[in-house]
């Protein structure tokens, strides 16, 4: 912890800041809040839908200080869509909530650039809520840079930046949170209990139940034809490592899950969270599937809105297990002698719900608070509930099953060495390339 840095910031804050700074009691330890040596300092990176959440939960706990916010949209545009997004509205809601615990006003340093953001050797931590094809060059800088990192779901664009971000966070020692949230929810730890103590019996077969289609906001533009780029928006920050684009309102914000550019549409959004708890529950936190195939409903590949709209996909196992994941149906895992939704809300037979005989035997990692976990693992140095790891291992079916439907075949997966088996077509699809002046 950089305590004698953070005390140097606060003295120097008005200065730096170039806005009135004022220093409440709070900060000093004297309301019952930690004193600064023991919060954490914390960067936000992203200010959108996902990011502003993120934000909004980190200031909510007293051990943590937020003293930066980063977002290219600047907010001095206001859309029509009524969402919280961009600086000017999360610097005006940070400095509502400081200025209201403390009865005087602290106010956090607004940045268009996160590299600006990472240079400060006063920030501990950065939570990165960006579009996804952000998430890995902003992880592996904030990696070399010192910060710990917790990071939206899912990790990464591709397998190779899922990959990058993995070395990164080992190689420069960092604490990483992935924001699959699921893994800080009881009912969802239960499920996967059951099934690692052998409750349903031999596991055979894991349904996953995903959304399909592309769900677009209300407020969507009636063409994608190019508009002039907003006031305040750096659009070209924007699209960062990917190819150049026209601007159209349909393209970023909430709406860019569904161009392959930026996202991998329901298959990402959603598998991110729901292959997780399914690789949780098998077992398969460290490895991935040895065979992928599916087939899905394709848009034309000039649409701006590209991604799957309707998909089916399934993954063998090593162990045995066949995963089958499809739009709608169930979420469970099934045995030999019964099943469990992955949610942990239904089961056959019923009383897998209440009779917990033996399921102590494996206990998995506990925490009911995801943001909460991230932080004292900051504190602590110890591995949190979704490390970078076995995000990686639970977004890699979902990137691969993308690449299968796209190629039409079945296609082998080597998890050891993260390669297709004798298929270079399909190796080249594992990685993209980056636009300068950004790369990994």
């Known amino acids: 912890m950089k305590t004698v840095t953070r005390r140097s910031f606060l003295k120097t804050a008005g200065t730096a800041l170039g806005v009135p700074y004022f220093v409440p009691a709070s900060a000093l330890g004297k309301d019952g809040r930690p004193a600064p040596s023991e919060r954490v300092t914390l960067g936000c990176i992203g200010l959108g839908g996902r990011g502003t959440v993120d934000m909004q939960a980190f200031l909510g706990r007293a051990d943590v200080q937020i003293v930066a916010l980063c977002d290219v949209d600047s907010g001095s545009t206001r859309y029509e869509d009524g969402w919280l997004r961009g600086l000017a509205p999360a610097m005006e809601a940070v400095k509502k909530h400081y200025a209201g615990r403390s009865g005087t006003f602290v106010g956090p340093e607004g940045y268009g650039d996160f590299r600006k953001l990472l240079a400060r050797d006063d920030i501990d931590a950065v939570c990165i809520g960006t579009p996804d094809h952000w998430h890995a060059a902003i992880t592996v800088a904030a990696a070399r840079a010192g910060k710990d990192i917790y990071c939206e779901k899912p990790l990464g664009l591709t397998v190779a930046d899922g990959r990058a971000m993995v070395e990164a966070v080992k190689r420069h020692d960092r604490v990483f949170q992935c924001g699959s949230q699921r893994r800080s929810d009881a009912r969802c730890r239960s499920a996967c209990e059951l099934v690692r103590n052998g409750r349903v019996g031999k596991l055979h077969t894991v349904r996953v139940g995903l959304p399909g289609g592309h769900w677009t906001r209300k407020n969507l533009q009636p063409n994608n034809d190019p508009q002039p780029v907003p006031e305040g928006f750096d659009y070209d920050m924007w699209l960062g490592p990917t190819p150049l684009a026209p601007y159209t309102y349909n ?67 090593a162990n045995g297990v066949t995963l089958i994941a499809k739009n709608g149906g169930p979420s469970r895992f099934e045995g030999t002698d019964g099943w469990i939704d992955l949610e942990g809300g239904k089961a056959e037979p019923e009383s897998l719900l209440t009779d917990r005989t033996e399921v102590g035997k494996v206990q998995l990692y506990k925490s009911n608070d995801h943001h909460g976990n991230f932080i004292d693992c900051v504190k602590s140095r110890q591995r949190t509930a979704a490390p ?12 691969l099953a993308n690449i299968a439907m796209q190629l039409g075949r079945k296609l082998r997966w080597d998890p050891a060495a993260e390669r297709f088996v004798d298929d270079a077509e399909a190796d080249r699809q594992l990685s993209r390339p980056y636009r300068a002046p950004w790369s990994l």
């Open 251 to 317: 393209r970023c914000h909430w709406n860019f899950r569904w161009n392959l550019a930026y996202s991998g549409g329901m298959v990402t959004d959603w598998g991110a969270h729901l292959i997780d708890v399914a690789h949780w529950g098998m077992g398969t936190e460290d490895t991935g599937p040895i065979e992928v195939e599916g087939k899905a409903t394709w848009p034309p590949r000039t649409d701006l809105f590209n991604t799957a709209t309707a998909f089916e996909f399934t993954c063998k196992y």
């Open 388 to 399: 970078a790891d076995v995000a990686h291992r639970s977004i890699t079916p979902s990137h």
